[in-house]
């Protein structure tokens, strides 16, 4: 158990509509990570957040967006979505942020766009 | 972030077979992180290399940095079932994100 809780496990909706993947980091953890992984593919980094305030951003799509909460829980908002958002999506925690902080992944949520 | 190439894709091996994948990259590296993700699983983190020529193992598990710091690698002596999953690559230099490799996924013959 990597102390990073990931909520739901599974989602499934339809085309066009908005949804909301919810992670806790692990207890002490201040930067939360969100990675998005499709089939047979790596991860791609979406965005992260340290203490509250956004510090990295990779590619991630307009319709996406994120936030951590001052108890540095953090929401990703996935809107307008469409069937090659179909992923699984995962949340990581580190201690400080930095590039040489271990991250610790959730269970991930994988969302189905039908 | 840094981008970092993994090889190879796929590897099938024999059970007590011998295992390497290897992570390259064209600009110098600061760190090297390896993951290992079981199948239906998440990332989990193994180790981490930060000094050029750095060797660490774990157990049946041998890490290495290159000197130059492009490159590294994982290597498994004599495979188990339980080494089945992909493993990952991941480096951050000049930056606060980790670029993540695409992977190796290692499949273990009984």
């Known amino acids: 158990d990597s102390g990073v809780t990931q909520t739901p496990k599974h989602l499934i909706t339809a085309t066009g509509q908005r949804v909301t993947l919810r992670c806790s980091p692990r207890?002490?953890?201040?930067?939360v990570y969100w990675y998005q992984q499709s089939l047979d593919q790596g991860l791609q980094f979406l965005i992260q957040?340290?203490?509250?305030?956004?510090?990295a951003k990779g590619n991630i799509l307009e319709r996406f967006s994120a936030q951590q909460f001052p108890d540095l829980h953090s929401e990703l908002n996935l809107s307008s979505l469409e069937l090659g958002d179909s992923a699984l999506y995962f949340c990581a925690s580190s201690v400080e942020g930095g590039r040489n902080s271990p991250l610790h992944f959730g269970n991930g949520t994988r969302l189905t766009v039908t | 972030g840094q981008q970092v190439m993994q090889i190879p894709q796929y590897q099938h091996v024999q059970e007590g077979e011998d295992f390497t994948t290897y992570c390259n990259s064209s600009?110098?590296?600061?760190?090297i992180q390896w993951y290992k993700q079981r199948p239906g699983g998440h990332p989990v983190f193994l180790i981490q290399?930060?000094?050029?020529?750095e060797v660490k193992k774990q157990k049946r598990l041998t890490f290495q940095f290159g000197e130059a710091k492009k490159n590294s690698s994982l290597h498994i002596t004599a495979t188990q079932t339980t080494d089945v999953g992909t493993y990952f690559c991941a480096s951050g230099a000049g930056s606060y994100q980790l670029t993540f490799g695409k992977g190796t996924k290692l499949s273990v013959i009984p």
């Open positions: 600009t110098t590296l600061s760190n």
């Open positions: 290399l930060v000094k050029s020529g």
């Open positions: 207890s002490g953890d201040l930067s």
């Open positions: 957040y340290y203490n509250g305030e956004e510090r």
